[in-house]
């Protein structure tokens, strides 16, 4: 059974605190993770994909890094606006979307 | 930018009445799902949808669900005689295709049983 374990559940940073995120994962056989950010109320909005080990993506402040066993999500100056809910799933066969527990960022200005 | 839409917002249902959750995906996707979200818990894979059939389900999917597509833009999940544990926050996402092309969520139905 594929399993997503989040850490930490919940980050409070300063304005311009930069920190890191952390999704394990314990799959058979990864064909991709993805992050997205969840607001309140809302869905979960995409960020990134990861298909293989050493894999980095960026977007503004955010940059993704996948390894064989995990996937880390680096906020760079951090700003009150990336205040939310991050979400790491996995893929592994088939076309659902396995989720960890989230990781609740908030960022004080 | 082209989103998924849901109606309504928010349902609110007896238990033991058949509720209709409604999506519209994006459009020129070709793959539907369902996922729920039941209060501070994970988000969870209920269903998938190609080519009007379903392709993959999960176990929480059982003969009280159904899925349809009933035109060209529509996508519904049909819950029939709810229960209390069906109260929860429903999304309906889409991909353009299947080779690990990203879902993309809507905002979600919240239903409440009564």
């Known amino acids: 059974e594929d399993q997503v374990t989040q850490s930490p559940e919940a980050l409070r940073l300063q304005e311009g605190e930069s920190s890191s995120l952390n999704c394990s994962y314990t799959v058979s056989g990864l064909r991709g993770l993805f992050w997205y950010r969840q607001d309140p109320g809302k869905g979960p909005e995409f960020l990134f994909t990861?298909?293989?080990a050493g894999e980095e993506k960026e977007k503004e402040r955010l940059k993704a890094t996948l390894t064989k066993k995990e996937s880390f999500l680096h906020i760079t100056a951090p700003k009150p606006e990336d205040s939310a809910t991050y979400l790491c799933?996995?893929?592994?066969?088939?076309?659902?979307?396995?989720f960890g527990e989230g990781t609740q960022l908030t960022v004080n200005p | 930018e082209p989103e998924v839409t849901q109606t309504p917002s928010h349902q609110v249902t007896q238990m033991g009445q058949e509720v209709i959750l409604r999506c519209v995906p994006i459009?020129?996707?070709?793959?539907f799902y369902w996922y729920r979200q039941i209060l501070g818990q994970k988000v969870e894979f209920l269903v998938s949808?190609?080519?009007?059939?379903?392709?993959?389900k999960s176990e929480i999917f059982d003969d009280q669900f159904s899925v349809e597509r009933p035109d060209g833009s529509n996508f519904t999940l049909k819950i029939r005689s709810t229960k209390l544990e069906d109260s929860a926050m429903y999304f309906c996402?889409?991909?353009?295709?299947?080779?690990?092309?990203?879902?993309?969520f809507g905002d979600g139905t919240r239903l409440s049983i009564l």
């Open positions: 799933a996995v893929r592994t066969s088939g076309s659902r979307l396995t």
């Open positions: 996402a889409s991909s353009p295709a299947y080779d690990n092309q990203p879902q993309h």
């Open positions: 990861l298909y293989s």
């Open positions: 459009s020129n996707h070709l793959y």
């Open positions: 949808f190609y080519n009007n059939e379903i392709s993959e």
